[in-house]
Structures are given as C-alpha cells and as structure tokens.
C-alpha cells in the first residue's frame, strides 16, 4: 500500500514538473524564485570555494621552495622556567 502512495506521489510530481516545462511558467511562486536564487547561491559558494583549495594546491605549493616562518603565540611565563 505505501509502494503505491510513493509511486503515485512521485508520478504527480513529475507531472507537475512536465506541466510546468510546457506551459514554461517554471517559477509560479516567490517562493520558486526564491529556493531557486538560494540553491544557485549554495552552488556557486561551493564551486568557488573548491576554486580556491585548488589555486591554494596547485599554486602556492609548488611557488614557496622554503620553509613558512613560524609565529609564536602566546605569553612566555619565565616562572616556569628552571
């Protein structure tokens, strides 16, 4: 009985999504147009995050032959020296 629900759900949507490309009214709500803006800002903040690892990989690695300098960080305490 739940196999049937499920098929017959996804059968309306995929109608739905078949009725929208004819009639090419893709967005019919704000909140179309707004998931659509969000998901294709998600998308593009990821792509140029994998942009930049990569320029950081394949660039920066193979420029800087010697050794990054190390900072110290944080507060000598002398008492804790013998």
Same mark, same amino acid.
């Given at each position: 009985?739940?196999?049937?629900?499920?098929?017959?759900?996804?059968?309306?949507?995929?109608?739905?999504?078949? /009725?929208?490309?004819? /009639?090419?009214?893709?967005?019919? /709500?704000?909140?179309?147009?707004? /998931?659509?803006?969000?998901?294709?800002?998600?998308?593009?903040?990821?792509?140029?995050?994998?942009?930049?690892?990569?320029?950081?990989?394949?660039?920066?690695?193979?420029?800087?032959?010697?050794?990054?300098?190390?900072?110290?960080?944080?507060?000598?305490?002398?008492?804790?020296?013998?």
């Amino acid at each position: 009985m739940e196999q049937r629900n499920i098929q017959q759900e996804f059968e309306d949507q995929f109608n739905d999504v078949v /009725s929208r490309l004819q /009639s090419k009214q893709l967005f019919q /709500s704000d909140w179309d147009i707004g /998931s659509f803006a969000v998901f294709f800002i998600f998308i593009g903040m990821v792509l140029l995050l994998v942009i930049l690892v990569l320029i950081r990989c394949c660039c920066c690695c193979c420029c800087n032959d010697e050794k990054p300098r190390r900072w110290k960080v944080g507060i000598d305490n002398v008492a804790m020296e013998p």
